[in-house]
């Protein structure tokens, strides 16, 4: 009789381990912990950024705000005047000539500053030798401390053997009163800025040339276009929306003009080149009201956001 031996069945296998790096943490106070310790970095960068904002930023618009409907003594406790500071700036007859001056040289910045970089990237980009070196001479400056051009420039409109006069005298015309006329003033301020700022702009076109197709030009050169025309016809409809862009923020750069008046003329003569800004600082380090400083910078403030909800707009609606 045969004995039958039976076989066991096989042991079950157990499936491989996940490795540790790929194990999946379930979500809990561990995952978070886990989570929290790998961006700790991060957290601790975001944070310096988010005091440095908090303390230089968005504290002294705040404080800036508040003070405009008090009345600052630092003698004594703050007394709450409501909008007694908006009133008395309404009041000043410089407040009118302030902003009116401040249109004034933002709109002759246009004039001259919004055309003279297109211009200079049009011309650079058609250059074939020299270009590293004419572009590094119109950024030069950018890169200089402003105080340094206007000090340069104060030498240069020098009534007396300043440079421009100097010219004038080599082709037999009068010297200029530069900076002393009322008429010359503010044009004069305004060739400075155009001259100190103009090289970025002048870059940001040269970036935006560089993307249009060489196509286009091609076919418009075939059919007999000539530079004005490709100019007009190709150039500028490709760069409709970094011009919208430029003109905004040299609007918002030229309303917030300070250091050319306040270090060529100090806001003459007879307060033709009295800008928002120069005006705010007479109020606050001058005549030491805080509250009416306070209350011009608040209505600044709304201006410039205006502008600046269509320049956010514009880019939100391109991208």
Known sequence: MTAHTTTPPPAPVA????????????????????????????????????????????????????????RVTFTGADEWVGWENFQRLLDDPLFATAWRNTGYFTLLALVFGFAAPLLTAVVLNELRHGRAFLRMAVYLPVMLPPIVTMLLWRWIYDPGPGLLNSALEVVRLPPQAWLESENLAMVSLVLVSTWANMGTTTLIYLAALSNIPGELYEAAQLDGASI??????????????????????????????????????GGGPDDATVTVLLLLYRYAFVYNDFGLASAMSTVLFLVLGVFAACYLRLTRTRG
């Open 228 to 265: 004005r025309r490709r100019l007009w016809h190709v150039t500028l409809p490709q760069l409709r929306f970094i011009l919208l862009i430029t003109l905004l923020l040299q609007v918002l750069g030229t309303m917030q003009v300070f250091i050319e008046p306040f270090v060529l003329t």
């Open 15 to 70: 499936p491989p381990r996940e490795p540790a790096a790929r194990r999946r943490v379930p979500p809990g106070r561990g995952g978070r912990s886990a989570a929290l310790r790998r961006n700790l970095a991060a957290y601790l960068f975001l944070a310096g950024a988010v005091v440095c904002f908090a303390l230089f930023s968005w504290y002294p618009i705040v404080r800036g705000f508040l003070l405009s409907f008090q």
